[in-house]
Nanobody, 119 residues
């Protein structure tokens, strides 16, 4: 069973920065894609950023230029550097890992970490 453990959430003022980390219980090379999603109260969970095994990245338009996703293969972690935070970035942030080249496919989630941005 794969475990994903997020850390780094908290309270920050608008314009500030936070760095989220997701630690996987096994080698992150085993996942095709890892990423971060977020869910604000009353809203659907949405994609924030993803990174593939090969290092290709994808970002939601709302965070482009402010957030950076990266992976530390040696530490089996995926990080999300969040700069210039806005109140609308406040949400629970979830780490995700996908295996899509097997049958069945696998989709793993962390428990989430709260990010609060004060105006």
């Amino acid at each position: 069973q794969v475990q994903l453990v997020e850390s780094g959430g908290g309270l920050v003022q608008a314009g500030g920065s936070l760095r989220l980390s997701c630690a996987a219980s096994r080698s992150i090379f085993s996942f095709n894609t890892m990423g971060w999603y977020r869910q604000a109260p009353g809203k659907q969970r949405e994609l924030v950023a993803t990174i593939t095994r090969g290092g290709s990245t994808n970002y939601a338009d709302s965070v482009k230029g402010r957030f950076t996703i990266s992976r530390d293969n040696a530490a089996n972690t995926v990080n999300l550097q969040m700069n210039s935070l806005k109140p609308e970035d406040a949400a629970v942030y979830y780490c995700n890992a996908k295996i899509v080249d097997t049958i069945p496919r696998y989709d793993y989630w962390g428990q989430g970490t709260q990010v609060t941005v004060s105006a």
